[in-house]
T-cell receptor, first 115, second 116 residues
Framework: AQSVTQLGSHVSVSEGALVLLRCNYSSSVPPYLFWYVQYPNQGLQLLLKYTSAATLVKGINGFEAEFKKSETSFHLTKPSAHMSDAAEYFCAVTRQNTGGFKTIFGAGTRLFVKA | NAGVTQTPKFRVLKTGQSMTLLCAQDMNHEYMYWYRQDPGMGLRLIHYSVGEGTTAKGEVPDGYNVSRLKKQNFLLGLESAAPSQTSVYFC???????????????FGSGTRLTVV
């Protein structure tokens, strides 16, 4: 069965430090991969997505993620954290099956940014 | 603005009451979805639709029903609300551009439902 694992339900970094949010997936075929951000009391906003083009994907707000097929990973990074990055982040995997497209979300990682 | 609109944004129900959540999209997307979001559990798929007039069960369908009579609308119904259905509900729609392989999701802003 397809699954998405986000390592660490909470991650805390200092302002200006590297942000690394981990995501591993299981899929027997090349998937579509997404990272979403959710600010308090808001919906999910797309950060970036991988759709089998470049393996290094750049998104909004300075985030990027690299698709590594050999490691089945799609980790999210940002070189320098900003206070406004504090939010919850969700990794998601979509693949096509006979019933259409199926998307599985990770449980989420809450990012805290310390001043 | 184009997108996914959910109504209502907030609702409090008493146990046993019924209600319908409405999702509307104006992007001509074929696929539509209803998710619930609970702390520490990410988003779980309740029901989805691959086109007008079709619906299918997702991961947690019990206690919910859906209908997709028009392509742009996807309704989620609770026939007899239970406290376990207290959650934040998100609707989404998705597209696939066959020529480029581009695939994407658009989410609504959510409905916060409390069942007391």
């Amino acid at each position: 069965a397809q699954s998405v694992t986000q390592l660490g339900s909470h991650v805390s970094v200092s302002e200006g430090a590297l942000v690394l949010l981990r995501c591993n997936y299981s899929s027997s075929v090349p998937p579509y991969l997404f990272w979403y951000v959710q600010y308090p009391n808001q919906g999910l906003q797309l950060l970036l997505k991988y759709t089998s083009a470049a393996t290094l994907v750049k998104g909004i707000n300075g985030f990027e993620a690299e698709f590594k097929k050999s490691e089945t990973s799609f980790h999210l990074t940002k070189p320098s954290a900003h206070m406004s990055d504090a939010a919850e982040y969700f990794c998601a995997v979509t693949r096509q099956n006979t019933g259409g497209f199926k998307t599985i979300f990770g449980a989420g990682t809450r990012l805290f940014v310390k001043a | 603005n184009a997108g996914v609109t959910q109504t209502p944004k907030f609702r409090v129900l008493k146990t046993g009451q019924s209600m319908t959540l409405l999702c509307a999209q104006d992007m001509n997307h074929e696929y539509m979805y209803w998710y619930r979001q609970d702390p520490g559990m990410g988003l779980r798929l309740i029901h989805y639709s691959v086109g007008e007039g079709t619906t299918a069960k997702g991961e947690v369908p019990d206690g919910y029903n859906v209908s997709r009579l028009k392509k742009q609308n996807f309704l989620l119904g609770l026939e007899s609300a239970a406290p376990s259905q207290t959650s934040v509900y998100f609707c989404a729609s998705s597209y696939l551009r066959a020529a480029t392989g581009d695939y994407g999701y658009t989410f609504g802003s959510g409905t916060r439902l409390t069942v007391v």
